[in-house]
Every structure is written in structure tokens, then in C-alpha cells.
């Protein structure tokens, strides 16, 4: 017999590509993944992955497990659903509070997916900028990106999800303009009350002295499409945008990792555990997105 479990993690590879992504977007030590995958190996008789300097590749039997897995774990999502989403014990509010651009570029379809599936939890969305304070009960899960976990607050329960990285965007056809030659100045688009932060260069694009501000994040996405010059921007938001691309010779940086928490009692209800469980498997794989490993799937300018 197959162990699911093993096909989880063989699932967790495929996705993001190593094995380290897969260990942290399950939240385990790296040894237990290589063991799992050897131990799936060993049952089918069949090598699953090459090692690469890259990463890992499936093998041919590794693509056609792939295909094979993907239906498993549809199977197994749909048992969850008719358990435990069927149960008319599973209703009452539920508060999520995220950042804007998580909820609109990321999060927003999984969420309309998860109210599907149990029409019977009202949900509140707070996407804002201000953090809710969990312990008042102002909201019920906080989904936020930690820099240092040791930051967390020690009453609140976290489950951890994939590493966030940022990168340095402008628009594909304001970057064909430069490249021939266009004589007008590439400015830096800022969020006024946070400015150019530290990490992030001009790579090879020589910017103007004169910056464009915006006060919010929509109005900056929008601001780099219309070509108004270069900014820094979550890689799922960048990366997913084809009229967007990386600006060479510039750097990725990570902001942060993203967490799904909840307090006290409030973990242990019905409708939060089962949406922190319907995120966290979500978020791992959108893993790749998240890295800014997902635009190599694209033609693109910029450093991996």
C-alpha cells in the first residue's frame, strides 16, 4: 500500500522544486523529506527525482506519478469536504486579517473557494494594513509575514507557511524603451511614507533624482504598468504580472515568512481549524510563486 503521507511529500518536492522548499513549506526537518521520498521510491521501485545543481527534476516516472498524485490529493480534499464540510455543526463567523495585497494578488480565490465549500461560515475579511490584535478577539486567524519568528507573541498559536521574497520591477515595455535608447528619466515609485528601501538597487537602469510617490500599494502596481518608472514589489505580485519584469542586475530579497495564527481557544473551533488547514495547504503550493522561483516559467529579464 501507498502511504499518503509519503505522497505529500513527493507532492511538496515537485512544487518547489528541492527539498528544503518542501521542508519548509510542511514545516519539517529535511532529513524527514529525503527519508519519505526514499521510502516512496523504494515501494514503486522507481528513482522520482534527479538532483541537480538547481534543484530536483521528476524523472519520466516521477511526471507520471505526478499526474497520479495530483488526482490523490483531489480525492483526499473531497473526503475532507463531504466529512467535515457537510457538517452543519461547521457555521458561525470567522474574522481573517491580511495585508491588501496578500488578500487581491494572492489569497482572494482560495478564500471564495473555502466559502464554497461551507456556505454556512460567514466570513469577514479585514485586508489592512493594521494588525488586528488576536488576543481582543478582533479577529479570529491573522495570515502575516515574520521576519524573525522569535517576534511572534507567546500566546498565539502559529502555523508556519512558505518564505516571501520581493524583487525590483518596471514595466516590459518601458524596459524595450530603454533599452533603445529613450531619452526620458526612470524614476523610483515609492510609497511615500515608506521610501526606497534599503535593500533594493537600480540594478544596471540609471534612475532620476525625483521620485513618484503614491500612498498605497494598487496605486504603485498601477503606477509601474503605466511605465512611470521601476519599484519594489512582492514576487507574486511582479512575477505573475505579464506586463511586469524583473529589472536587471537587480537582487531578490526576502521580506519575510508567512504565518497563519490563532489564539487561545479560538484555534481549537471547527471552522478556524479547518480554514488555517485549507490556507497552509494553499500557501505551500503557491511556495514557488512566493520565492520568485515561478517566473522562470516565463520569459523574463532579471537574475533568478
Known amino acids: 500500500m501507498i502511504d499518503w503521507d509519503d505522497i505529500r511529500y513527493f507532492l ?3 512544487r518547489g522544486g528541492s527539498v528544503r522548499a518542501a521542508a519548509e513549506g510542511l514545516g519539517v526537518y529535511h532529513s524527514t523529506v529525503l527519508r519519505r521520498i526514499a521510502q516512496l521510491e523504494e515501494r ?6 534527479e538532483k541537480l545543481p538547481s534543484g530536483y527534476r521528476l524523472t519520466a516516472a516521477g511526471e507520471e506519478v ?20 457537510r457538517d452543519q455543526s ?14 487581491t494578488h494572492l489569497l482572494m480565490p482560495d478564500f471564495a473557494d473555502f466559502a464554497r465549500l461551507h456556505p ?8 489592512s494594513g493594521e494588525l488586528a490584535n488576536l488576543t481582543n478577539r478582533e479577529a479570529d486567524v491573522a495570515i502575516r509575514v515574520v521576519y524573525d519568528r522569535k517576534t511572534l507573541p507567546v500566546n498565539l498559536h502559529g502555523l508556519k507557511g512558505p518564505d516571501l521574497f520581493g524583487g ?18 526612470i524614476r523610483w515609485i515609492v510609497i511615500s511614507i515608506h521610501g526606497i528601501p534599503d535593500w533594493a538597487s537600480a540594478g544596471e537602469v540609471r534612475t532620476a533624482g525625483v521620485p513618484f510617490r503614491v500612498t498605497d500599494a494598487e496605486a504603485q502596481i498601477v503606477a509601474v504598468r503605466q511605465g512611470l518608472g521601476i519599484t519594489t514589489l512582492p514576487c507574486f505580485v511582479g512575477d505573475a504580472d505579464p506586463r511586469l ?13 508567512l504565518w497563519l495564527l490563532t489564539h487561545g ?15 497552509s495547504r494553499r500557501l505551500a503550493a503557491y511556495a514557488p510563486l512566493l520565492a520568485g522561483q515561478a517566473a522562470t516559467d516565463r520569459e523574463r529579464c532579471g537574475p533568478d
Request: charged fraction near 25%; aromatic fraction near 8%; avoid cysteine.
Open 12 to 14: 511538496a518536492v515537485a
Open 44 to 49: 514503486l521501485g522507481a528513482q522520482m527525482f
Open 66 to 85: 505526478l499526474e497520479l498524485a495530483n488526482q490523490m490529493e483531489a480525492s483526499s480534499h473531497q473526503l475532507e469536504t463531504r466529512v467535515f464540510g
Open 90 to 103: 461547521v457555521r458561525g463567523l470567522l474574522r481573517v486579517t491580511l495585508a491588501p495585497t496578500l488578500a
Open 120 to 127: 454556512d461560515i460567514e466570513m469577514d475579511i479585514l485586508s
Open 168 to 185: 525590483v520591477y518596471m514595466s516590459r515595455d518601458r524596459l524595450a524603451a530603454w533599452g533603445a535608447g529613450a531619452p526620458d528619466p
Open 245 to 257: 519584469v524583473r529589472v536587471p542586475g537587480t537582487d531578490l530579497h526576502m521580506y519575510g515568512t
Open 265 to 279: 481557544e479560538t484555534r481549537k473551533t471547527k471552522r478556524v481549524r479547518l480554514f488555517t488547514e485549507f490556507v
